[in-house]
């Protein structure tokens, strides 16, 4: 019996490396780059691996363990492609993650609520766009004056924009750490995407990398 359960684990370890690698990378806990090495070792190697032990360690006949170790590749790879999220949303997750940490969300929150509702009165400073290239932030967008924000989020972003959602044509607030990742306070929940996760409603992390 003990064999038997020790033999199904090895089936779940490149699942597990692959979503440990990748979220554990955008949480910053593992350096830059390991993410991806993780996750490339667990979709090329380590399924083998796996399943030559797996097929090895069962005592059958040669003829079963080719058996053994062909359904061990199958049942992996339904793990990797089915049960687990791709690598960019994994890592995003970790992201999220770390970002929920380092910021209040109920402070993003209730800061983005107050800009929109001075943006409709009229009321907030705010300017054109400069050069910088912000992906995330569409060309019509309007950067928030750092008189605006709390002293408790002054200093904490590169950029605060404030723009209308060019698909649901919302007014969104963009906390722009850097010009390719930050925070966006609209009004969607439970967001895990490639490149957007929620940190809590209303609060997503995002990144944006070119493909």
């Known amino acids: 019996m003990s064999r038997t359960l020790f033999c199904l684990s090895l089936l779940v370890i490149a699942p597990l490396v692959n979503f440990l690698g990748n979220y554990l990378g955008g949480a910053g806990i593992l350096p830059a780059g390991f993410g991806f090495l993780a996750g490339a070792s667990s979709m090329f190697l380590l399924p083998w691996a796996a399943a030559?032990?797996?097929?090895?360690?069962?005592?059958?006949?040669?003829?079963?363990?080719?058996?053994?170790?062909?359904?061990?590749?199958?049942?992996?790879?339904?793990?990797?492609?089915?049960?687990?999220?791709?690598?960019?949303?994994?890592?995003?997750?970790?992201?999220?993650?770390?970002?929920?940490?380092?910021?209040?969300?109920?402070?993003?929150?209730n800061c983005a609520m107050?800009?929109?509702?001075?943006?409709?009165?009229?009321?907030?400073?705010?300017?054109?766009?400069?050069?910088?290239?912000?992906?995330?932030?569409?060309?019509?967008?309007?950067?928030?004056?750092?008189?605006?924000?709390p002293d408790s989020l002054r200093g904490r972003f590169q950029r605060v924009f404030i723009q209308k959602s060019p698909v649901t044509g919302e007014v969104q607030v963009v906390f722009s750490i850097g010009s390719t990742t930050g925070i966006v306070c609209d009004s969607r929940t439970h967001v895990r995407e490639f490149f957007v996760c929620s940190m809590a409603d209303g609060v997503q992390a995002y990144r944006y990398q070119r493909l």
């Open 114 to 149: 107050h800009f929109r509702q001075k943006f409709h009165d009229g009321t907030l400073k705010v300017g054109p766009l400069d050069k910088d290239n912000y992906f995330i932030v569409a060309q019509d967008a309007e950067v928030v004056s750092d008189t605006e924000l």
């Open 52 to 109: 030559f032990l797996f097929s090895a360690i069962l005592k059958a006949k040669p003829s079963i363990r080719v058996l053994f170790f062909a359904a061990a590749m199958v049942l992996q790879g339904v793990l990797l492609f089915t049960i687990v999220p791709p690598g960019a949303t994994c890592e995003m997750m970790g992201i999220a993650h770390r970002l929920g940490h380092e910021f209040s969300v109920d402070e993003l929150r």
